[in-house]
């Protein structure tokens, strides 16, 4: 390669590198800020963070908020039962309520209908601007359910004393809900929500169970009675929880389980589990007779095999039937493997009106503490299927334990209003968990048990957003959540919704596991000691993407763990190594602090909790600098704050308060910024405060988006730093870090550029604030160009420079994203795909590392044909292109994990030189890095065409294993309370047993006997 081409590229990039970081240096103020912390250096205390000592904290107060939680339901369960115990049942009762679907609803004269009446809604902000009453709350009943059906109205009758609790979802199927909203059917006029098969309603009212549902599939099925039992294993599906396990077998001659791969064992009922064999579920075909002594006998062999390894619920367990009929009794069957003792529940569902077998299959029921159902169409399935739930909640309901029962998290667009103040996303829903808590009879004619319901009430993991303290957690650090079986509840990793259409949630968002963000651990050590609740430390290298995955950061993280007491929960907390573990604390006057910090430029993050500004109704309409104010100078003494962050705050707001001048003087100096290339400047310290300057008026500025909400990543979040801070850490100290935004085309516009300031000199120097500044990028890339002009000529006339049509210049930064090139569409690219033959070399040679990342919440597009295939189902999101009123999916995008690379340039490397054989001709390219930054400059030889060499790409591949996951079993803890059965239960409510020929009631009354006598 030309000598001379290779001193002159050194030439510019220093002559680009000293005019940036002046440009940068100057008008951010870096310099005077790191002069103004190092002044105070002598008067601070730097401290270790002792991560254990945080976590423990943490979990107290996350121990404290759900005990409290807790308590209040337990109090609504007392009122409920003492409610229902003074109610006198009446068939003839007549009682108009708010039904949820028909208030403010008339008839065509303009009358209220019935049910309806005058409702007053008003828009609240305290609950997302819905419109809600705060003193009524209304009853919602299942489309396919009698509004008047006796039951019910007795039931929200009794139940009107729990008018303002959050939720009761009645065991009859009505949902009563406070605050009072309207509900709207979908475009069929049906609202499909059923409290009963809620995942808190069912983990309350029953015990984990493992379950084998055997489907028949001998000939007499086919036609209707196949399609209605399809729809009945999916009921049945939809009951189940993840504490719960379960297996599908078919049988006509031959045993088919439904799944091949998973013949003998039982998996655990997660959203996915049950998703693949929904999807196997339409492969059924009838064909042959059916021999269900056989089937019975495999699913009592592998319910035992299963039990004995301790894998499942190791509690209740139960076989459903779904035929359409039996010829015997299979008491032999029954003696071998389930009587005296009779811990397996048979349930019975017959398919058809016909009743020829009906008592056979009655019989079945009865004498294994089951019931019996039958279902002549598809709309009886889901209220027949219910009712098993009914009977495997009686030794609960017998043993009158109020179990408290926590889901994972998860997002109720239907059940649920959440509160705006505690939604992490103010334009879609909030993540949440539920704490609920069985309800019973406490009449003395219902000993044998009756579950009335089930109390709930939802906790935005909001709440527990804002008592994560954020400043002791640094820059890279985070506190996380799981549940016990190991499913995240919150992590800053955590993606539940689709990126496009924000409030669409993916399918299986509310059951990532944790070793599916923190996959660096191969062996699952964090995630295993932390599902079995013990407390102790853990630490590995992790790689960290930022900027919508495009960025990598890498790490050193320590882990802190330990159980929260009083819940299935654990709680973690992470600390980067180096300047993460440390914290310092200085000390201002209050009259100084709360000066600069009520200037016009501060503001606090607005997700961190200096003051708790929600407890009292009053106080929700201040800010936090006003909650501060007032607190300090005790003219709210009922305020919580934190001393400890608020006392920094102020420390911040002085130290960083001369920059204001600074920057108001630039501003001021027309000689300064003349063509307006630098558009902002910002700043923000350890305690989330910020503080910006505006060098152009807000309607000229090249990206509206930044630091304002809608930039999320560049912002202060409950659970991260702004993105230009964190990668300003991870710089050398006093160099600058440059980027292009990712984003729509508007945000190609700009350029950031950031650095950090340490307190100290070494290793162990906290981060205290980082400082920035908002380029026009036409302004940065003019800077180039004239850099690249320059050279050595004493007649100014250059032999060569990036005008010359034999090279071609390039400006790159340490993730190989191009920030100029004279391609101005190519801004903002990855350099690999525009010059791929170069960036293969500089892999070869080592100048970039390409290292391999994984993402198992990714989505994958697929084909998804015209718009009446049917392919654009519930848990997917369609792309479709309509022309006037026909419309076509083009693609869907589906859940799936993802391995795809991100590159990072070696920092030793500061000039490299290259030649690469391309057919017949040698490019050649030199790179070198640009002083202070984190930028390289490539310049390439133009001559020679390598456009033949593959792009080298940063799509994501696909990795397909789904049976790999279906088959292997993660570590859980069960939990700790178990009711599979009871001695006092009466097995003669069994669904229809009265209804039992003489025979076999004879014979059914005899077995009992006998069982009872051993």
């Not at 964090?526 to 430390?537: D, E, Q, S």
Request: glycine share 6%; hydrophobic share 40%.
């Amino acid at each position: 390669i030309n000598v001379l081409l290779v001193s002159r590229v050194k030439l510019w990039a220093s002559a680009f590198g000293g005019e940036i970081k002046s440009i940068s240096a100057k008008y951010s103020g870096s310099q005077l800020l790191q002069k103004k912390y190092k002044e105070l250096e002598k008067s601070v205390r730097v401290e270790e963070i002792d991560g254990m000592k945080v976590v423990k904290n943490l979990s107290k107060k996350m121990e404290e908020m759900f005990r409290k939680k807790k308590e209040a339901i337990r109090r609504l369960v007392e009122a409920a039962e003492e409610a229902h115990l003074q109610h006198e049942e009446n068939p003839e009762l007549q009682y108009e309520y708010f039904n949820a679907v028909l208030i403010n609803e008339v008839d065509e004269e303009g009358n209220n209908v019935e049910l309806g009446g005058e409702f007053v809604l008003e828009p609240n902000e305290h609950f997302n601007n819905l419109s809600v009453n705060l003193s009524l709350s209304v009853v919602q009943v299942p489309t396919n359910m009698y509004n008047k059906d006796p039951a019910i109205v007795n039931g929200v009758y009794w139940s009107e004393s729990l008018n303002k609790v959050f939720y009761f979802g009645s065991a009859k199927g009505f949902f009563r809900q406070y605050p009072g909203v309207k509900w709207h059917p979908d475009e069929h006029g049906v609202i499909a929500f059923d409290c009963r098969n809620r995942k808190w309603y069912i983990q309350a009212a029953t015990s984990p169970k493992d379950v084998v549902i055997l489907v028949d599939v001998s000939g007499s099925m086919k036609g209707l009675r196949l399609t209605i039992a399809r729809q009945t294993v999916s009921s049945i599906l939809d009951t189940l929880g993840d504490d719960d396990f379960f297996n599908i077998i078919a049988y006509n001659q031959e045993i088919h389980y439904v799944e091949p791969c998973l013949n003998g064992t039982l998996v655990r009922a997660d959203r996915n589990n049950k998703a693949h064999f929904r999807e196997h579920l339409d492969k059924l075909f009838a064909k042959g007779i059916g021999l269900l002594g056989d089937a019975l006998t495999e699913a009592f062999t592998i319910l035992g095999d299963f039990n004995q390894t301790g894998h499942g619920s190791v509690c209740s367990q139960a076989i459903m039937l779904v035929t359409d009929g039996a010829t015997q009794m299979y008491d032999d069957v029954f003696a071998k493997f389930n009587w005296p003792d009779r811990k397996v529940r048979i349930f019975p569902y017959l398919i058809g009106r016909e009743s020829a077998f009906a008592d056979n299959m009655k019989w079945m029921a009865c004498a294994n503490k089951g019931y019996f159902s039958q279902i002549s169409t598809l709309a009886d399935v889901q209220e027949n299927v219910m009712r098993y739930l009914h009977v495997m909640s009686r030794p609960k309901v017998i043993d009158h334990e109020h179990d408290t029962v926590w889901t994972e998290a998860y997002m109720d667009s239907t059940g649920s209003i959440i509160p705006q103040r505690l939604t992490i996303d103010h334009s879609g829903p909030s993540l949440m968990t539920t704490v609920a808590m069985p309800v019973f009879s406490t009449k003395n004619e219902t000993v044998s048990g009756i579950l009335l319901g089930v109390v709930g009430t939802d906790i935005p993991l909001q709440e527990l957003m804002k008592i994560i303290p954020k400043h002791l957690l640094g820059i890279h650090g985070y506190a996380f959540a799981i549940t016990n079986n190991g499913y995240i509840l919150t992590h800053p990793d955590l993606r539940p919704l689709y990126q496009k259409g924000q409030k669409r949630r993916k399918p299986n968002y509310s059951s990532v596991d944790l070793s599916e963000v923190e996959w660096e651990d191969k062996d699952d050590f964090l995630r295993n000691a932390m599902v079995n609740r013990k407390t102790g430390t853990f630490s590995m290298e992790v790689k960290k993407t930022v900027d919508k995955g495009k960025r990598l950061l890498k790490m050193h993280n320590d882990y802190y763990y330990t159980e929260v007491k009083g819940t299935p929960f654990s709680v973690g907390v992470a600390l980067s190594r180096g300047h993460g573990k440390f914290f310092f604390r200085g000390n201002v006057s209050v009259e100084a602090g709360l000066h600069d910090l009520e200037q016009p430029d501060v503001a606090l993050a607005d997700e961190w909790t200096y003051c708790n500004t929600d407890e009292y109704y009053e106080h929700r309409s201040l800010s936090q600098i006003q909650a501060i104010k007032l607190y300090l100078t005790g003219r709210k003494p009922l305020i919580k704050c934190d001393r400890e962050l608020i006392q920094e705050v102020l420390f911040d707001a002085v130290v960083t308060a001369p920059l204001e001048a600074y920057w108001t003087g630039l501003a001021l100096n027309k000689s300064e910024n003349s063509d307006k290339g630098v558009e902002i400047a910002y700043l923000g310290t350890r305690t989330g405060l910020s503080r910006t300057n505006l060098f152009v008026v807000q309607e000229d500025l090249s990206n509206q988006d930044f630091l304002t909400a809608e930039d999320k990543e560049g912002v202060f979040n409950a659970d991260h730093f702004p993105l230009w801070y964190k990668r300003a850490a991870e710089q050398v100290p006093g160099t600058f870090v440059y980027s292009i935004p990712f984003g729509g085309n508007e945000n190609k516009s700009v350029v950031l550029a950031s650095t950090a300031i340490q307190l100290l000199d070494d290793r162990k120097s906290p981060i205290v604030a980082s400082v920035g500044i908002q380029m026009n990028l036409n302004f940065f890339q003019r800077k180039f160009w004239t850099a690249s002009r320059q050279c050595a000529a004493l007649d100014g006339k250059c032999t060569i420079s990036c005008d010359n049509e034999d090279i071609k210049c390039y400006l790159i930064d340490n993730n190989g994203f191009i920030l100029v090139t004279e391609d101005y569409s190519q801004t903002g690219e990855f350099f690999g795909e525009v010059e791929a033959a170069v960036m293969t070399k500089l892999l070869l040679i080592g100048s970039f590392k390409r290292i391999n990342l994984y993402d198992y919440q990714a989505l994958c597009r697929e084909y998804a044909g015209s718009s009446d295939s049917g392919h654009c189902l519930s848990h997917v999101m369609c792309v479709c292109v309509c022309v006037r009123e026909s419309c076509v999916f083009l693609t869907m995008l589906v859940p799936c994990d993802t391995e795809y690379p991100a590159f990072v340039s070696e920092r030793t490397i500061k000039e490299t030189t290259g030649n690469i054989d391309c057919e017949g001709c040698v490019r050649s390219f030199v790179i070198q890095q640009i002083p202070s930054s984190n930028l390289f400059m490539v310049v390439v030889d133009n001559k020679c065409d390598c456009s033949s060499t593959l792009p080298v790409s940063m799509d994501p591949i696909e990795i397909m294993y789904i049976l790999v996951k279906l088959k292997f079993q993660k570590d859980r803890k069960r939990p700790e309370s178990c009711h599979p059965f009871h001695p006092e239960e009466n097995a003669m409510e069994c669904g229809g047993a009265a209804g039992l020929s003489a025979p076999l009631t004879g014979a059914l009354l005899s077995l009992l006997a006998t069982l009872f006598t051993r």
